[in-house]
């Protein structure tokens, strides 16, 4: 089964792993102090470079396009089929607009469901993308019809709701 991220706390506080490793300050505080080493200097011209905070910010964008370059690995760009050029790079293309629109349907549909919304993709794709539904047509609308039975039925729909119910493009 693939590994999910602990659910959405505030912004700031400790995942469950560091919880368990605190200090008594830190408990106390609320806050989690760490070290960081960086070759990154003061970048001129930049305004507040200097500052402990900077480091700490563009580490953390840092760690955000990690975490993206993951994600895309796992929806396929690890992937590669063939050992030619050109197919290759329509994979890497059909793998990055997985990604786009894997990242677009969880911030547009999925944002109040917790457990879906900060999901692996494996667990995304065993739970919505694998589901077998139905789209039927009767007197000019149109009827989804998933199976009862399935846990994440009730997502689903609230998902499929949510992207009928967007404007088009104009």
Known sequence: MAREHAAHRPAGAPSRR????????????????????????RMHRIA????????????????EVEDRVR???????????????TVNRAWVLAANLACDLDAWL??????????LAQAE??????????QSARLARHARRRFLRLERTWPWAQAF?????????????V
Not at 48 to 63: I, K, N, P, V
Not at 157 to 169: E, V, Y
């Open 71 to 85: 994600t895309n690995k796992a929806m396929g760009l690890a992937l590669l089929p063939s050992r030619s050029w």
């Open 18 to 41: 560091h919880a368990k490793k605190l200090t008594e300050l830190e408990r106390k505080t609320g806050w989690r102090y760490s070290v960081l080493a960086t070759d990154i200097g």
């Open 48 to 63: 507040g470079s200097h500052q402990a905070q900077f480091l700490d910010a563009l580490h953390r964008d840092h760690a």
């Open 121 to 130: 993709p494996e667990s995304i794709r065993f739970r919505l993308y694998h």
């Open 157 to 169: 729909s609230t998902c499929w709701q949510r992207l009928i119910a967007l404007p088009n493009p």
């Open 106 to 115: 969880r911030l547009l549909t999925l944002h109040d469901k917790e457990d």
